[in-house]
């Protein structure tokens, strides 16, 4: 499956890869063309250097703006594409294997039908249930990893990149920040874990509510005829509230996440520029 969905939509992904690659390329050139530009600013002299690179930086952040917006396009529509293949595939699935159930159902012997019947309903609710939720939340899972999945390749580039660059300027201080990224990592992996668990309740809490709320529908009727309908809305309240809950908790953790993200950079800043201070470097415009 994997092979075919590469196959099938491949092509159009690494193109959008390689516009990203020029992107974080141009991105990384920025600093290295502001640099040569406050240099040449101090010599009143080289006017035509200046004039030159200024040129480039907008020429440079031209072409990234262009690039990033082909990335996300290609992304985006690799990603729908994806989405739909993948609904489709569930969908056919749920046919086939409903097909195949309705089969089995005829050849049993008709002394046990009614058992029979009371089972296939519940298990015909479990799989429309199932079913919703990967259409609805694995389906759309799929197309929200394939925009920034490019990021895993990306990331390296740039994270080499920037290490080779800032030991440039900064030499042995630019360690300082990749100790601070290091310390940062166990925080991050278990907002990611605790993340990733309460995505899991959450899809469990909604799993049982869609499946009760199939359960009533297909039996409205007995409900009526029983007086069922204030235990059933209690019982549904009690599913969605825990479903709320859970919600919550996840929102909570991916506000964290945020938090730490944006706090990471700052601090890697502060902690790199304060160890260049304190091996003896002096810090200039250019160099920040």
Same mark, same amino acid.
């Given at each position: ?8 939509? %491949? ?5 959008? +890869?390689?516009? !990203? ?14 640099? /040569?530009?406050?240099? $040449? ?8 250097? /200046?004039? +030159? ?23 985006? @529509? ?9 609904? =489709?595939?569930?969908?056919?699935? =749920?046919?086939?294997? @409903?097909?195949?159930?309705? !089969? ?36 759309? @899972? ?12 990306? %990331? ?5 990149? +920037? ?15 990749? *100790? $601070? ?14 993340? @990733? !668990?309460?995505?899991?309740? $959450? ?12 359960? =009533?529908?297909? %039996?409205? !009727? ?14 549904? #309240? #009690?599913?969605?509230? /825990? ?5 919550? #908790? ?22 790199? *520029? ?6 003896? %470097? ?7």
């Amino acid at each position: 499956l994997l092979f075919g969905l590469i196959r099938a939509f %491949g092509f159009h992904w690494y193109i959008g +890869c390689f516009f !990203k690659f020029i992107y974080d390329t141009c991105q990384l050139s920025m600093p290295l063309l502001l640099s /040569a530009l406050l240099k $040449v600013l101090a010599h009143r002299d080289l006017t035509k250097e /200046a004039y +030159c690179i200024c040129t480039a930086i907008v020429a440079t952040a031209i072409l990234s703006t262009a690039v990033l917006h082909q990335y996300f396009q290609r992304t985006y @529509r690799t990603g729908m594409r994806l989405k739909a293949a993948a609904t =489709a595939l569930i969908f056919d699935k =749920a046919l086939v294997a @409903r097909h195949l159930d309705e !089969k089995e159902e005829k050849s049993h012997e008709k002394d046990t039908e009614e058992k029979k019947d009371a089972d296939t309903s519940q298990k015909e609710n479990q799989k429309s249930s199932t079913v919703q939720n990967l259409m609805s939340v694995d389906a759309q @899972r799929l197309q929200d990893n394939m925009t920034y999945l490019a990021t895993i390749g990306s %990331g390296i580039y740039q994270i080499v990149v +920037c290490l080779y660059l800032l030991f440039a300027q900064l030499r042995y201080a630019a360690f300082g920040g990749t *100790f $601070v990224m290091l310390i940062f990592l166990p925080v991050t992996q278990r907002v990611i874990l605790a993340s @990733r !668990k309460f995505q899991s309740r $959450v899809l469990v809490h909604k799993d049982a509510r869609i499946k009760l709320q199939s359960e =009533a529908l297909s %039996g409205m !009727k007995i409900i009526k005829l029983y007086a069922y309908e204030e235990p059933l809305s209690k019982q549904l #309240k #009690k599913l969605r509230t /825990a479903e709320l809950e859970a919600l919550w #908790k996840y929102k909570i953790v991916a506000v964290l996440s945020r938090i730490v993200y944006a706090v990471v950079p700052t601090a890697v800043s502060l902690s790199t *520029f304060a160890m260049y201070t304190l091996l003896g %470097g002096k810090l200039t415009v250019s160099r920040v």
